[in-house]
């Protein structure tokens, strides 16, 4: 896999790209993070899946990865142009909460999603409300060439940068698509830097600033934690489709107008001056019912998978199994049969538990699966075909098990499915309020097997009777090893 080159698409360009680190043997990523109002949607949660393979990746083509996610917890409109009110403030109002307070749960609650879906610690998830300081700084030295002051706050000129909106395509002339609604905005497509707090008002979240008391604006915060960690330019920047629209082409302006006005990075505001290289995106994920909007009360997060039974990981593999730039469709059959083959491979995987990890051999019978693997993830992360790769490498039949075992973990360690840490228990579908419990349950399935085993089989038929009663389906001879389900 260190040989053969990585392609990248690049939402820039819209092609798939050679990846050609800015610092030899070095990658720098940064990842759009959530707006911590609310829970994360699993579909939100399918972006970081998407950024955590990325990384995964990148480190395993031997780069040493920085990778960069923040936490928005200041600034985030309602709607991502400049309309509406902060979703901090809005959530903070009806909870009659503290917004930090608010911030902090949201936090802790979107960093139990992560772990829960094996998705890597990054180098730091920088926090926006850390770097206001920063903010104001980097406006400061952007605002005189391309920045003007109306009643509401401090806006964007996009007509100052060249090319503004290439990233999503937009027609700028005439703003389509955008709100207009702000008083005193030149250009529809202008952004707000620092938003006022209004003459009379209190915000909680409010700092001072040259353009008076108030707060920054969304986008500014992405631009300011990308140049401090990672520095102009960075190898690569991810966020969900969406952000190809609005948020990045407006990080890419004020990135533009940072480097045109800061020394060193070449011309004005050139369109070269990105801040990042690669622009990548990851496809949405949909559901036809409306269950992913988090205004619809009971909304689809990685809790009410697992609270109906489903193992997080199940949610990890059916992402997998699509490409990250095709829409996926969420649906419960769709999410058992992920589970299922997530199962069918870690029983594969148990088979070797018991051979001592060894570090990864070339040997001819893996020659093709491994080939199979790295030119999938080597193509765009082509996560669908790697995962066939690794079915292909644990069919492999009279191989030493020590050997089969380092090819498949050398796999894992991209896909990062944890196929030898979980166990086929572990994936039984379980939903919390089942009525029954999983001991009963194995108390049940023990004195049957006994029961069997002294061909009563009046008492073996009682017992399953018994727990079908309580709606377990009894499975005997199931080649998944399921056992039995709820
Ligand atoms: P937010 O917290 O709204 O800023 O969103 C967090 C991340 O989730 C961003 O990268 C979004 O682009 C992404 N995102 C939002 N909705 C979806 C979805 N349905 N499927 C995939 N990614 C999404
Ligand atoms: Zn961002």
């Known amino acids: 896999m260190t040989e053969t080159p990585l392609s990248l698409f690049n939402s820039l360009t819209r092609a798939i790209e050679p990846f050609t680190p800015v610092h030899a043997g070095e990658a720098r990523v940064y990842t ?3 707006t911590v109002y609310n829970y994360p949607h699993i579909g939100n949660m399918r972006a970081y899946v998407f950024a955590d393979i990325l990384g995964r990746t990148l480190s395993f083509k031997g780069l040493s990865l920085t990778h960069i996610i923040n936490i928005t917890d200041v600034g985030h409109l309602t709607d991502d142009a400049d309309d509406g009110e902060d979703k901090m403030e809005k959530m903070a109002a009806e909870k009659a909460q503290s917004i930090w307070d608010i911030a902090q749960h949201y936090t802790q609650a979107y960093w139990a999603d992560v772990e829960a879906l094996n998705i890597r610690q990054p180098a730091k998830w920088s926090i926006a409300t850390d770097y206001i300081e920063e903010m104001i700084e980097f406006a400061k030295s952007i605002a005189d060439k391309h920045c003007y002051e109306c009643a509401t706050g ?9 090319d503004y909106g290439r990233l999503a395509r937009a ?12 008083e005193g905005k030149r250009n529809a497509a202008d952004f707000a830097i620092w938003r006022k707090t209004p003459d009379g008002e209190k915000r909680q979240m409010e700092w001072d600033s040259p353009w008076g008391k108030g707060a920054p604006g969304w986008h500014l915060e992405c631009s300011v934690m990308g140049e401090k960690l990672l520095g102009f330019p960075f190898d690569i920047h991810t966020g969900g489709i969406d952000h190809r629209e609005i948020h990045h082409p407006n990080e890419i302006a004020q990135n533009q107008a940072f480097c045109g ?30 269950k992913m909007s988090k205004s619809s009360g009971e909304f689809l997060r990685l809790q009410l998978l697992m609270d109906k039974g489903y193992h997080p990981l199940a949610y990890r593999m059916m992402c997998l199994q699509a490409h990250y730039r095709s829409e996926l469709e969420f649906s419960w059959e769709g999410l058992e049969a992920a589970l299922t083959r997530l199962k069918r491979m870690v029983m594969a995987a148990q088979r070797l538990a018991d051979a001592p990890s060894q570090p990864v051999a070339e040997h001819p019978k893996f020659a093709a699966p491994m080939a199979k693997f790295e030119a999938a993830m080597n193509d765009d992360l082509g996560t669908p075909s790697a995962l066939t790769a690794i079915e292909d ?3 492999v039949k009279k191989v030493d098990a020590g050997i089969k075992r380092a090819v498949i973990e050398h796999m894992d360690s991209v896909l990062g499915l944890g196929l030898f840490d979980l166990t086929r228990e572990a994936l039984r579908i379980r939903p919390k309020d089942a009525a029954i419990d999983e001991a009963a349950i194995e108390d049940a399935l023990t004195r049957r097997k006994a029961a069997r085993a002294e061909k009563d089989f009046a008492a073996s038929d009682a017992i399953r009777d018994e727990l079908v009663a309580h709606g377990v389906d009894v499975m005997d001879g199931d080649p998944m090893g399921w056992e039995w389900k709820l």
């Open 154 to 162: 401090l806006y964007f000129d996009v007509t100052t940068v060249e």
């Open 261 to 290: 006005c800061a020394s060193g990075h070449g011309g004005l505001s050139e369109a070269r001056n990105s801040g990042a290289n690669i622009w990548m995106h990851n496809n949405f994920l949909v559901e036809r019912s409306g």
């Open 171 to 182: 027609v700028t002339e005439d703003g389509e698509g955008r709100i207009d609604t702000v």
């Open 32 to 34: 759009c993070g959530p």
């Open 393 to 395: 490498a644990l069919a």
